[in-house]
Each structure stands twice: as structure tokens, then as C-alpha cells.
């Protein structure tokens, strides 16, 4: 079975559009730590580059939108290695 993360803009804050939202989804199988935050990293700049396409202020949505999805696919995954080489810490539960 192969494992995946979606990684999500949530362009209806963003964007007014509400129908724009775009996601990804990210294979996690036999990838090392880094090769996933990489990985995730690159699908979030996909999604937030399509998610701000007409923004009235792109750059600053952009990297709201970037930081929110990786922030989010980070989480999700549960990992603290990951969370650690994406400078994230995850809640204790």
C-alpha cells in the first residue's frame, strides 16, 4: 500500500472564489525525511502558485499559503522527524 499526503491551500481564505481550492497529493513510501519535506515543500508551492492567480496581493498570499500547507501536510503526517526538518513542533497529545 502506498501511503500519500495531501497537501491543501485553502484558497476560499485566500482567494474569493471558494471553488478554487487545489490540493496534492504526496507519496511517502521508501522517502527519507528530507526527500519528504522536500516533497512537500515543492506540491505546496505548486498548489499556492495556482491558488493566488489573480490575487490582489499574491506574494504575500502566496507565503501565508505555503507556510498553512506545509504547516498542514506536517501535522497530518504526525512524524517528528519531519516536523523537526520543517522547524515544526508538534502538539502534544
Same mark, same amino acid.
Given at each position: 500500500m502506498i501511503r500519500t499526503l495531501t497537501i *491543501?491551500? &485553502?484558497?476560499?481564505?485566500l482567494v474569493a472564489?471558494?471553488?478554487s481550492a487545489q490540493s496534492m497529493k504526496?507519496?511517502?513510501a521508501g522517502k527519507t525525511t528530507?526527500?519528504?519535506h522536500a516533497d512537500i *515543500?515543492? &506540491?505546496a508551492k505548486k498548489v499556492c502558485q495556482q491558488a493566488v492567480v489573480g490575487a490582489s496581493f499574491p506574494r504575500?498570499?502566496?507565503?501565508?499559503c505555503f507556510k498553512h500547507a506545509v504547516a498542514d501536510a506536517v501535522t497530518r503526517a504526525n512524524d517528528p522527524a519531519l516536523a523537526a526538518a520543517?522547524?515544526?513542533?508538534?502538539?502534544?497529545?
Open positions: *491543501a491551500a &485553502a484558497a476560499a481564505m472564489a471558494p471553488a504526496v507519496a511517502v528530507e526527500q519528504l *515543500a515543492k &506540491a504575500e498570499m502566496y507565503a501565508s520543517a522547524g515544526l513542533k508538534l502538539a502534544s497529545r
